[in-house]
């Protein structure tokens, strides 16, 4: 669910009053802004943003208030209903007579979870994601992955191109990384997944640290094979005698007006 539904959802829950984006994050559910580490003031900043920028036309506005107040944009005292919207950029696709544009993702799990939804066609038909975030409740990585055809497991990361690579995106993959050298988090990772019909291929990937990293990433903008060569240099000095290597891959989600959507992975 994205911030502006999570918006929308504090609005009707308290009879549509006027508020201030603070009283919003007040009644909000905190959990939409993932591992956002801004803060309380970032967070309203997002749902300020949301207000005046992303859906203006959407919310009515009060300025004899200060800080301002908003609401939903009503109609003959009957709120006008809302379609879920995206942000999107300046990038098009043209597919027969629909024009596609490319979503533009805000928030890092509002992209996880057109992830989860597409994974076959970013992975592959004989593949099974498992939500090991959502399932263990504390960080060590999005997902994981299990290829049945290839019994290969792989370790999920999504990401989005505006967090940098060796600022952020290369500091969370090696944190997990070091995490996993903790037997007590191993255990944690191997047993409180259900992993189904594959659990014993799984675990024993785990046990051995055999297994590769995929980041699934919105734009690529580096050299993918230059980086990847860095990259799993660092990772040898990380667990030394490992065979995981870690690879990217860029998915993109476009929308026409009807909200069909097409996908782009490369």
């Not at 990585?141 to 690579?165: F, P, Q, S, T």
């Not at 255990?187 to 051995?208: C, H, P």
Request: proline residues 1%; glycine residues 4%.
């Amino acid at each position: 669910m994205a911030l502006f539904d999570k918006i929308v959802e504090v609005f009707n829950e308290n009879n549509n009053i006027w508020m201030t984006t603070r009283d919003i994050y007040e009644l909000i559910d905190k959990n939409i802004f993932g591992e956002n580490k801004n803060g309380p003031q970032g967070h309203i900043n997002m749902i300020s943003r949301d207000l005046s920028q992303r859906y203006s036309e959407l919310f009515e506005v009060n300025e004899n208030y200060k800080p301002k107040r908003y609401r939903l944009a009503t109609t003959d005292k009957d709120v006008i209903k809302l379609n879920k919207k995206y942000l999107v950029n300046d990038i098009k696709l043209f597919i027969g007579d629909k024009v596609y544009e490319e979503i533009a993702f805000e928030l890092e799990n509002e992209y996880e979870d057109f992830v989860k939804k597409a994974y076959k066609n970013i992975f592959g038909e004989n593949t099974i994601y498992y939500d090991v975030k959502k399932k263990l409740g504390r960080r060590i990585c999005d997902g994981l992955l299990y290829d049945y055809e290839l019994d290969r497991v792989i370790i999920v990361e999504n990401e989005l191109a505006k967090h940098d690579l060796w600022g952020h995106i290369i500091p969370q993959i090696s944190g997990f990384l070091i995490e996993l050298n903790n037997e007590e988090v191993r255990n944690k990772l191997k047993y409180n997944v259900n992993w189904g019909e594959y659990e014993l291929q799984i675990i024993k990937a785990i046990d051995n640290y055999k297994f590769d990293i995929i980041v699934v990433i919105d734009r690529i903008t580096f050299n993918i094979r230059e980086e990847e060569r860095r990259i799993n240099k660092y990772m040898q000095q990380i667990k030394s005698g490992s065979n995981s290597k870690i690879f990217f891959k860029e998915f993109r989600v476009f929308l026409s007006e009807d909200n069909h959507m097409v996908y782009h992975v490369e």
